[in-house]
């Protein structure tokens, strides 16, 4: 993040991304609360990949999406922690027959986090979602989904996270 000078100084990120092993440990399938809980800040799941997801804000509480830097994946460190805000496009590349976008992660109540695309292909934005940016259809049941609009991955857990 440092190797691009007119970057650093829009965003002046000093992490340097290291690998190391985490265990986030959720149930499986993850169920519906009876009531939504906060995300707060720190890993609130993990892509299929293996990148941590943050939730939309950065340490300032400002749209972490607007206002920091990213690298050509999508993602940026804090400290040695490399993580996504919002779900890179790349990501959303198995739909169904349906065109429904796969599962790109899980987050930390246990529920699954989608693509970007609904039943038939068309790309969903916060107005089809609920406040924690998720829908319930099909057999597919309670699940989030990503979306080009803050808060770009969830606004609250559904789920009881742990
Ligand atoms: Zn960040
Ligand atoms: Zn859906």
Redesign the pocket.
């Known amino acids: 993040m440092t190797q691009y000078a007119a970057l650093t100084a829009i965003d002046p990120n000093p992490g340097t991304p290291a690998a190391r092993v985490v265990n986030y440990p959720f149930a499986s399938p993850g169920t519906v609360a009876a009531a939504p809980t906060c995300v707060g800040m720190g890993a609130i799941g993990v892509t299929l990949n293996g990148v941590v997801l ?1 939730n939309a804000v ?1 340490a300032r509480g400002n749209d ?1 999406v607007a206002n ?1 830097i990213v690298d050509v994946y999508g993602g ?1 460190p ?1 400290q040695t922690d490399y ?1 996504y ?1 919002s779900v890179p496009e790349r990501l959303d590349a198995a739909p169904g027959a349906d065109r429904h976008s796969g599962i790109i992660g899980y987050i930390r109540d246990g529920l699954p986090i989608y693509g970007y695309h609904s039943v038939g292909g068309a790309e969903l934005t916060n107005s089809d979602l609920d406040v924690c940016h998720g829908h319930s259809h099909g057999t597919l049941g309670y699940h989030y989904h990503a979306t080009m609009e803050y808060p770009y991955t969830i606004g609250c857990y559904r789920g009881t996270p742990r």
């Open positions: 943050y950065d972490a920091e940026h804090a993580h805000h």
